[in-house]
């Protein structure tokens, strides 16, 4: 069993930071790609950014949208993934959640997703 654990979400204003973390947990093989999408209230989930696998850290990508105010960084040692959010607009706003490309310790190989967790952006 694994499961994928997301905190860091909140309330924060305009302009303001946060830093979302996932942690993985159970029989890990191996975790290749992982990532953070979002969801806005009526609006399909997107990607935000995702980091590749890589002792040197992983390649990266981010949306355009948010190019140039988040980050994402992971820690394989911890099987964890980071999302630092900085110059926080209200069109960040939505459930936030964290998935990994992870291969169990049976060999299985499938996508997790974690539970999600809520930021808010104020004006």
């Known amino acids: 069993q694994v499961q994928l654990v997301e905190s860091g979400g909140g309330l924060v204003q305009a302009g303001g930071s946060l830093r979302l973390s996932c942690a993985a947990s159970g029989t890990i093989l191996n975790i290749g790609d992982m990532g953070w999408y979002r969801q806005a209230p009526g609006k399909r989930r997107e990607l935000v950014a995702s980091i590749s696998t890589g002792s040197s850290g992983g390649r990266t990508m981010l949306a355009d949208s948010v190019k140039g105010r988040f980050t994402i960084s992971r820690d394989n040692a911890k099987n964890t993934v980071y999302l630092q959010m900085n110059s926080l607009k209200p069109e960040d706003t939505g459930v936030y959640y964290c998935?990994?490309?992870?291969?169990?310790?049976?060999?299985?190989?499938?996508?997790?997703w974690g539970q999600g967790t809520q930021v808010t952006v104020s004006s």
């Open positions: 998935n990994a490309d992870i291969t169990l310790g049976s060999g299985i190989r499938r996508s997790y």
